[in-house]
């Protein structure tokens, strides 16, 4: 074959290897071409942790399906937008994510329905607390027989407070903040020996501003710990008949402060009287049985709001299961092939959506871990080999991993899964949560 000849044979090769025009790996999420200008048919908002950490890593690229098909690689907006009528019904989404150090952490969220998602975070960013004074408020405690065993505690939205505690029971409080605002104020008296709750007292609504101080706001401990709560649990099968459960009064976001007990039930808890002021706002009753890291049940456990009544049943849900790899405990891990690796569960189908994680226990694994979420309609995935143009591993290696798993109930979450991926469930500390938290390892071979 002549030279001539060859050319155009070369040419049309070259035209039939270029990639496919939905793959695009650049830094800035685009490939040189102008955006679309017809409305997107599928749009991710990334959770705010990738976001705030993006210089964290080398790229982090949005796959739907496996990637073979449609994938975009994420800028620091947090947003990508798919442009193609192919994009039909529900799709399970992921995000590669490579560090700059090469370790590859996945994260895949399955059967979302767009055509606009809101990835949730699974972290709670923490911040610092700001340090802006915006008042001071000054009083005595009152009623206590012990000035010794005292404390005081201011707690607002946005606010906190710094306490200078006199042994006469005077205080004085630093409110400090980013506005001002209102705090309440709560004092308790403990028990010298064992550290019990004696008695507590509260008072509301105070409102602070820059440069103000507060004096004269005495708080009585009017409230003994003389009530209590009987808690039962509502059938089902328990990881453990023994019981620990807490009881916390919540204000501005913040504990107060709580009672704890444990046993089998019934249990008792101490509590106050529902009387003013502690009346405008309900204590939260948590309550757990079994260990997460107690294989093969793990642990189950309710957060639930407690109304008027002085007895309160809990339903939990029932335990999840690994059915797939076989996995043992942290002392006895079990083997597995990573050969046609299948992840496999059993949640309970009253929950709204369950959460798989394959990570690795020795490091450092260039794919560190894997984490799926599903609704309970759904329970099983295959890891699918990651695209060689956006990761330097494409599947797990061998070696040790743990494989962490919950179900999780919200009762504000009236949509089911399609709730947690709106961007509008909002965090409710009174709103009644089930969950169920189990911990395995495997050694994949």
Not at 23 to 32: F, L, S, Y
Not at 67 to 87: E, Q, Y
Not at 252 to 262: A, W
Not at 329 to 351: H, I, K, M, N, Q
């Amino acid at each position: 074959m002549t030279q001539t000849r060859l050319i155009p044979l070369l040419v049309l090769l070259l035209v039939g290897c270029q990639p496919p025009t939905t793959v695009e790996p650049a830094r800035d999420g685009g490939t040189g071409q102008e955006e679309p200008t017809s409305p997107p048919t599928f749009t991710v908002h990334v959770p705010e942790i990738v976001t705030a950490t993006f210089q964290q890593y080398r790229n982090i690229d949005v796959l739907l399906g496996d990637g073979s098909r449609f994938r975009k690689r994420l800028d620091n907006s947090g947003v990508v937008r798919f442009h193609d009528p192919a994009i039909e019904g529900p799709q399970d989404v992921s995000l590669v994510m490579v560090r700059t150090t090469g370790q590859v952490e996945v994260k895949t969220y399955l059967a979302l329905n767009g055509p606009e998602v809101r990835l949730p975070n699974s972290l709670y960013l923490i911040g610092a607390l700001p340090s802006t004074t915006q008042g001071t408020i000054t009083g005595k405690v009152t009623g206590a027989s012990n000035p010794r065993a005292l404390s005081v505690t201011a707690a607002g939205n946005g606010l906190y407070g710094r306490t200078t505690l006199s042994e006469d029971g005077s205080f004085s409080i630093d409110i400090r903040g980013e506005a001002p605002g209102k705090v309440d104020l709560l004092a308790k008296e403990i028990h010298g020996t064992d550290g019990t709750i004696l008695r507590v007292g509260l008072k509301r609504d105070i409102a602070v501003s820059a440069g103000t101080t507060l004096s004269g706001q005495d708080v009585a401990l009017d409230h003994p710990m003389d009530q209590s709560l009987g808690v039962t649990v509502a059938g089902g099968e328990l990881p453990d008949t023994h019981l620990n459960a807490s009881l916390r009064y919540i204000l501005g976001g913040q504990v107060l402060f709580s009672t704890s007990g444990s046993g089998t039930q019934p249990l008792s808890l101490p509590m106050v009287a529902r009387t003013a002021p502690f009346d405008t706002f309900p204590p939260m009753l948590v309550v757990t049985s079994g260990e997460a890291v107690k294989f093969p049940g793990g642990q189950v456990q309710t957060d639930m709001p407690v109304g008027a009544s002085s007895d309160a049943q809990v339903t939990f849900l029932n335990q999840l299961s690994i059915t797939a790899p076989a996995v043992g405990p942290l002392e006895a891990p079990a083997s597995a092939s990573r050969s046609g690796l299948v992840l496999r569960w059993t949640p309970d189908a009253s929950a709204h959506l369950t959460e798989v994680e394959l990570v690795a226990m020795t490091s450092p694994l260039p794919l560190y871990g894997w984490t799926v979420v599903a609704p309970t309609s759904i329970t099983s995935f295959t890891p699918f080999t990651l695209p060689t143009d956006i990761a330097p591993v494409t599947t797990f290696p061998a070696g040790s991993y743990r494989v962490w798993a919950t179900t999780t109930w919200r009762a504000n979450a009236t949509s089911g899964y399609t709730s947690f991926f709106t961007g509008s469930l909002p965090y409710d500390p009174y709103e009644e949560t089930r969950t169920t938290r189990l911990l395995a390892c495997v050694e994949l071979q």
